[in-house]
């Protein structure tokens, strides 16, 4: 242990750092870990919730000594590149954001034997690695507390119908009306508006995942218009 001690401070003295091809050949690792994003929206990269994420990633891998890599899967190129990736074990794990509907790169996943986790639900595969909120739980939770308040009519902007959290989200959405002994009726596409009535106003809006489409038309269910009046 001393001799390990003293060989240990001369590398250092000597300002020795290991071989990166060399110490991956030992250890079996390959030193970084993917994130792989599939959304093809690019402004999603501009809100807070997807920096916190990679500060977040990126804060754990620098502690175990491994390297972020990020991969932007949004094109037929890109999306070959990654599909060869999770064939080839080519990093030490692959995180995969923004699953949609049908897609194709979870059934490659769920086959690959590289360790493998989603951020969000996937609406098909994926098994249980993957991370998520209770979308269907807090959606329902929301309009429950709504309710208790006198509030009737509530509409819910549902978000993309390939998105596995606004389906659960306008699941927990219609449970909570359900309950109350109301219903949804679905108006002007993603709008969904509890209470039975007419559907010219509303009392109050539950959000769905995209946050600037979610508030112009919650601006404009109530009336307004964007951006010339809010």
Request: with cysteine; proline share 4%.
């Amino acid at each position: 242990a001393v001799e390990g001690f003293r060989v240990g401070r001369r590398l250092e003295e000597l300002g020795y750092t290991p071989h990166a091809s060399a110490r991956a050949l030992a250890t079996s690792r390959v030193g970084s870990v993917v994130l792989a994003v599939l959304d093809e929206e690019p402004e999603h990269f501009s809100e807070p919730f997807f920096s916190q994420v990679v500060v977040g990633i990126n804060t754990v891998l620098a502690a175990a000594e491994l390297d972020l890599t990020l991969m932007l899967a949004s094109t037929r190129e890109s999306r070959a590149r990654l599909e060869r990736l999770l064939r080839s074990h080519g990093a030490d794990g692959v995180m995969i954001m923004a699953p949609r509907g049908e897609e194709p790169l979870v059934a490659v996943a769920d086959r690959s034997a590289m360790p493998i986790v989603f951020g969000g639900r996937p609406m098909h595969g994926g098994g249980e690695r993957y991370i998520d909120v209770d979308n269907r739980g807090g959606a329902r939770a929301a309009t429950e507390h709504l309710l208790s308040t006198g509030r009737e009519r509530i509409a819910a902007l549902r978000g993309p119908y390939d998105l596995e959290a606004a389906d659960a989200r306008h699941r927990g959405f219609t449970e909570a009306l359900a309950v109350a002994g109301l219903r949804a009726d679905r108006v002007e596409g993603a709008a969904w508006v509890g209470g039975g009535r007419d559907h010219d106003e509303g009392d109050v809006v539950v959000q769905a995942p995209d946050q600037l489409g979610c508030a112009n038309r919650a601006v404009r269910f109530a009336g307004h218009r964007a951006p010339f009046e809010v």
